[in-house]
Each structure stands twice: as structure tokens, then as C-alpha cells.
């Protein structure tokens, strides 16, 4: 789905786009290896119940740019790829809700 991830545009000879109603250096939270990350951080919170009971975990590793994160996914799939800034308004009437939530 090419809402929360690249995708190739038609007849384009193999060329992947990534839309985002954000601009090109905003930096997004990376939580790291998930299937790692996740378990250390559960881990901590139940273990720790008096600091973390009633609390948000914020389970972010890093934060990458927009544009870092098509380089990593480009490098990794083997496909090229380009950012592509769009309006809140124009992402809305492709995605529709979702489209309006992730432009919020």
C-alpha cells in the first residue's frame, strides 16, 4: 500500500515513488528491530511497575529523516525510488480517511 510505503508506479520500468504530506528532511521515530526492541522495553515496564504504571514507553531508537528511510528501504529492496512532497489536501483525496489521519 502505497500509504505508509513505496510503490511502483506503472509503466515506469521498475521505478518506486514514496507520496508523504511531510517534507522530504522531517524526522520520523524509528523503534529499531521491532521483534527485538519491543520485548526489551515490555520487559522493563513490567519488571518496573512503580515507574512505569500509568506511563506512555516511548519506544523510540532514533529518528531518520524522511529521505533517509526511502535511502535505507532503496539499498535493502534494490529498487530505485523517490520522494514525492504532497499537499495534506491532495494525500486526503487518494487515501481518503487514512489519508487525513496520516496528514494530521
Known sequence: MGLIRPFELPKSGGKYVWMQPS????????????????????????????????????VRTDRLSLTDVLKIWSEVSGREAKYVLISPEAFEAIWGVAGKEMAM
Do not use: F, M, Q, W
Open 23 to 58: 517534507k522530504a528532511d522531517a524526522l520520523l521515530p524509528i523503534c529499531g528491530d521491532v521483534g527485538v526492541n519491543t520485548g526489551v522495553y515490555v520487559r522493563a515496564a513490567l519488571e518496573h511497575p512503580e515507574k512505569s504504571r500509568g506511563k506512555y514507553v516511548d
